[in-house]
C-alpha cells in the first residue's frame, strides 16, 4: 500500500478499507509516512467521516501499532475513562474501590488539557508518586495491590503519539472517528476485560451539549464493542464541578475524605454508579452495595495507601493525609455580592482560572503548581446569602488571587427562583 493512494482516495470521497486504515496506523509508528502526510489523512478523515467497521479498524490498528499488555490474574481486568471535565478526581477514588472488590484496574490515565485536570497531575500533588514505571513495575503493582494508576509508556499505541500531535496543529482535533481512535487505542492497549465511558456534558466539558456526547459516546462503546472489549457509557452531568474543588492537591482533599468517610456527594455517588456498571459487565453482583461498603469499611482507602506507597509516595499516606499534601501561601474566600440561589456554573471558566493560577498548562513544557486552585466550590440549587462564600482562593501570588476572584464571580450565576440541582447520569449507552 502507498499513502498517496489511501490520501487520493479520501480525496474523492472514498472510505478506506479496513486493511488500508491498519496499514496507515502501522505506518504512522515507524515512520513510514511523513507529517505532511500524516495531515492530509487527519484532514481527509476529518471531511469525510469513517463507518463504524472502518473506526473499529483504525482503532484496532493503532492498539496494535505497539505493546499490548496480556493479563493473567484469575480475575476481571477493567477500567474506566473520562472524557475530561473539571474537578474530576473519580479515578482515585474508583481504582481503589474497584480493588478492594477484588477485580484488578490497570489504569493508564493523561494529565490536563485545555480547562481539564489530568489525573496523573492529580496523583503526582502527593510528593514522591512516581506515575512512569516500568511494564515490570506497573504489572507487579497491579497484581500485588490491584491497581495502578500511571502514564502510558512509549511503546503504547505510539501511532496515536505521532497522530495526536499532527492534529493538535492541522486543526482536525474535532474529528468524531479520531477522537474515538485516540481514546481507546489506549486503553485497549492495556489488555481490559471490561471499559466503563464517563462522557461528560455540559459547561465544564468539552462537549457541551447532549446530542455531542451522545454521538460520541455512541461510537466509542459501538468502536471497543467492535475491537474485543465490552464496554458501557455514562453520559454524565458536566455543568458544575464533580467535586468541590479544582486543583491537584485540593482535589486530593476531597479524595481523601470520600475514601475516609468524611465527604460524600457527587464524586461518591458518580464513582460509584461507574464502578457498579463495570462490575455488572463482569458478572459481579451487587455491585453499589460492594462499592459503598468497600469505602465504608476503609478496604478502599487501604489499597489506595498501598498504591501510593508501591508508586514512591509516603508509606503513612492514608493516616496522616493533610500532613504530605502542599499549600499554597495565598487562601481567600470570594463573597458572594448578592442573594439568591446558584442557577449555573460556568465550568470552563472556573478551570481556566485555575489554569491561569498555575495549576494546569497553558503549553505541554509549563510547570504545574500543585497547591493551587479553587476549594469549596458551591453547588447548583444552593441557597446563598450576600457575603457569603462562592469559593476559596488558593493563589501563589495575591495578584492572581484577585484575577481568580473576578473569574469566579462572572462564571457562578445566582438568580432569585428556585433551582433544581440536575441529574448526575443523564443517560446509559450500551
Not at 114 to 142: C, N, S, W
Not at 346 to 364: M, S, W
Amino acid at each position: 500500500m502507498q499513502a498517496r493512494s489511501i490520501i487520493a482516495g479520501l480525496r474523492r470521497g472514498e472510505t478506506p478499507g479496513s486493511a488500508a486504515l491498519d496499514w496507515f496506523a502501522h505506518a504512522l509508528a515507524d515512520g513510514s509516512v511523513s507529517d505532511a502526510q500524516a495531515g492530509a489523512f487527519a484532514m481527509g478523515i476529518c471531511l469525510n467521516t469513517l463507518d463504524n467497521a472502518g473506526r473499529a479498524a483504525l482503532t484496532a490498528g493503532m492498539r496494535d501499532s505497539g505493546k499490548v499488555l496480556r493479563w493473567d490474574l484469575g480475575a476481571p481486568v477493567l477500567d474506566k475513562h473520562s472524557t475530561g471535565g473539571v474537578g474530576d478526581c473519580v479515578s482515585l477514588v474508583l481504582a481503589p474501590a474497584l480493588a478492594a472488590c477484588g477485580v484488578h484496574v490497570p489504569m493508564i490515565s493523561g494529565r490536563g488539557l485545555g480547562h481539564t485536570g489530568g489525573t496523573l497531575d492529580k496523583l503526582e500533588a502527593i510528593p514522591g508518586v512516581r506515575t512512569t514505571l516500568t511494564e515490570e513495575q506497573f504489572r507487579h503493582v497491579v497484581s500485588d495491590v490491584g491497581c495502578a494508576i500511571v502514564s502510558a509508556s512509549a511503546d503504547i499505541a505510539p501511532a496515536d503519539k505521532r497522530l495526536y500531535a499532527i492534529r493538535d496543529v492541522t486543526g482536525t482535533v474535532e474529528s468524531l472517528d479520531l477522537i474515538t481512535a485516540s481514546i481507546l487505542s489506549k486503553k485497549l492497549a492495556a489488555g481490559l476485560d471490561g471499559l466503563v465511558l464517563d462522557v461528560k456534558c455540559g459547561s465544564g466539558a468539552f462537549m457541551k451539549s447532549a446530542d455531542e456526547a451522545r454521538a460520541l459516546a455512541r461510537a466509542l462503546v459501538d468502536t471497543a464493542n467492535a475491537t474485543g472489549c465490552t464496554t458501557t457509557a455514562l453520559i454524565t452531568d458536566m455543568s458544575q464541578p464533580v467535586a468541590s474543588s479544582l486543583g491537584n492537591a485540593l482535589e486530593v482533599v476531597d479524595v481523601m475524605r470520600v475514601l475516609t468517610g468524611q465527604g460524600s456527594g457527587r464524586l461518591a455517588e458518580l464513582t460509584i454508579q461507574l464502578g457498579a456498571t463495570l462490575l455488572d459487565q463482569a458478572g459481579i453482583d451487587s455491585g453499589v452495595d460492594r462499592l459503598r461498603d468497600a469505602i465504608s469499611s476503609g478496604a478502599a482507602a487501604e489499597k489506595f495507601g498501598a498504591m501510593v506507597y508501591a508508586m514512591d509516595g509516603p508509606v503513612r499516606f492514608v493516616e496522616d493525609w493533610s500532613r504530605f499534601l502542599p499549600e499554597a501561601p495565598v487562601i481567600r474566600e470570594v463573597p458572594a455580592s448578592n442573594s439568591g440561589t446558584v442557577a449555573a456554573i460556568d465550568g470552563e471558566a472556573l478551570g481556566l482560572a485555575v489554569v491561569a493560577l498555575g495549576g494546569g498548562r497553558h503549553v505541554e513544557t509549563d510547570t504545574v503548581d500543585p497547591a493551587v486552585g479553587l476549594s469549596d466550590v458551591v453547588s447548583i440549587g444552593e441557597t446563598i446569602s450576600k457575603g457569603q462564600p462562592l469559593a476559596r482562593i488558593h493563589a501563589a501570588r495575591e495578584g492572581q488571587a484577585d484575577a481568580a476572584a473576578r473569574a469566579v464571580l462572572a462564571a457562578i450565576t445566582l438568580d432569585r427562583g428556585r433551582m433544581t440541582a440536575p441529574d448526575l447520569v443523564l443517560e446509559h449507552v450500551t
